[in-house]
């Protein structure tokens, strides 16, 4: 049975799926992306995978640094999730304007987020176009106990399904 490309699309647009920024650095480049491929995968250890395409920056960051960070947003400002579809700027403890601080494994963590995980790479799966890295929880922070976090569904944004082209990933 051969299943129309259009819909695949539709049918995994409606997998719900948080939206998060994910924090990368090796040595001095940091970068954040946004996501929304962030799941739990083990409770002992607690682990943590975030599915990244192999040919964006934050991959090769995460390879060679080996940790990453997830910060949930507010589902009030998901304004914050369109700059980071490019590969970001760092500067004077900066990512894109936004202020960030080194977690404990390295990975940069915002200020402005509601709470983040960051996550030392326990395993990393290549599955093709992207990798499923699983990361074991070394630091995190709640700092909006109230705040909802953002989630695919409060925006116009979609990702998954079929590749497309044109398309760029950070």
């Known amino acids: 049975m051969t299943i129309d490309d259009e819909l695949i699309n539709r049918v995994t647009w409606k997998i719900p799926n948080a939206l998060a920024l994910v924090g990368s650095r090796s040595g001095d480049e940091r970068n954040a992306m946004t ?8 409770m002992e250890p607690v682990l943590i995978g975030i599915g990244v395409d192999n040919t964006a920056v934050t991959h090769r960051l995460i390879s060679e640094g080996g940790s990453f960070s997830v910060n949930l947003w507010s589902a009030d400002d998901t304004r914050v999730f369109v700059k980071f579809s490019k ?10 304007g936004r202020d960030v601080r080194d977690g404990p494994s390295g990975a940069p963590v915002f200020d402005e987020a509601i709470a983040w995980i960051d996550c030392e790479v326990r395993q990393a799966v ?20 109230d705040a909802r976090a953002a989630a695919m569904s ?15 990933s950070s």
């Not at 409060?154 to 760029?168: A, C, E, F, L, W």
Request: proline fraction near 2%; glycine fraction near 16%; aromatic fraction near 10%.
């Open 35 to 42: 996501t929304s491929w962030i799941t739990q995968l083990s």
């Open 87 to 96: 590969p970001a700027t760092y500067q004077d403890g900066q990512l894109n």
């Open 126 to 145: 290549d599955f093709g176009t992207h990798t499923l890295f699983a990361g074991e929880i070394v630091g995190a922070e709640i700092r909006d106990d």
């Open 154 to 168: 409060d925006t116009r944004m979609k990702y998954g399904g079929v590749k497309r082209g044109g398309h760029g």
